[in-house]
């Protein structure tokens, strides 16, 4: 069984989800089990392993992530005056697939 949620249920739409933003290269949907009360990820269209894997040509799609993520956040923080903005690597990264969290207010509420 693969270790990428990303490619395998949401970009093949197996998981359905409801988008926030998207372009040709980065979808950003509501997180479908949200740990914080609004949690947005924000994911290369294509497979990127994670952040330290990224090659140098790729950069371009790292940009275009970082502007859609910047959307997001600009959004989240007019609309609950704050978000955190997070992305996991090596034994943190449960989804091996480059993946960012916006997220806004107390998750243990």
């Given at each position: 069984m693969?270790?990428?949620?990303y490619?395998?249920e949401?970009l093949?739409g197996?998981?359905?989800?409801r988008?926030v933003?998207?372009?040709?290269?980065?979808l950003?949907?509501?997180?479908?089990?949200?740990?914080?009360?609004?949690?947005i990820v924000?994911i290369?269209?294509?497979?990127?392993g994670s952040?330290?894997?990224?090659?140098?040509?790729?950069?371009?799609?790292?940009?275009e992530?970082?502007?859609?993520?910047?959307?997001?956040?600009k959004?989240m923080?007019?609309?609950y005056?704050?978000?955190?903005?997070l992305t996991?690597?090596?034994?943190?990264q449960?989804?091996?697939?480059?993946?960012?969290?916006v997220c806004?207010?107390d998750p243990?509420r």
């Amino acid at each position: 069984m693969s270790n990428d949620f990303y490619c395998d249920e949401v970009l093949s739409g197996k998981t359905e989800v409801r988008i926030v933003a998207e372009t040709d290269n980065v979808l950003a949907y509501h997180h479908t089990r949200p740990f914080w009360p609004e949690h947005i990820v924000v994911i290369p269209k294509r497979h990127v392993g994670s952040l330290l894997t990224i090659d140098d040509d790729e950069v371009p799609l790292l940009l275009e992530l970082l502007a859609v993520i910047r959307q997001v956040a600009k959004k989240m923080v007019a609309e609950y005056g704050a978000c955190r903005v997070l992305t996991n690597l090596g034994e943190y990264q449960e989804s091996k697939h480059l993946h960012w969290h916006v997220c806004s207010g107390d998750p243990h509420r």
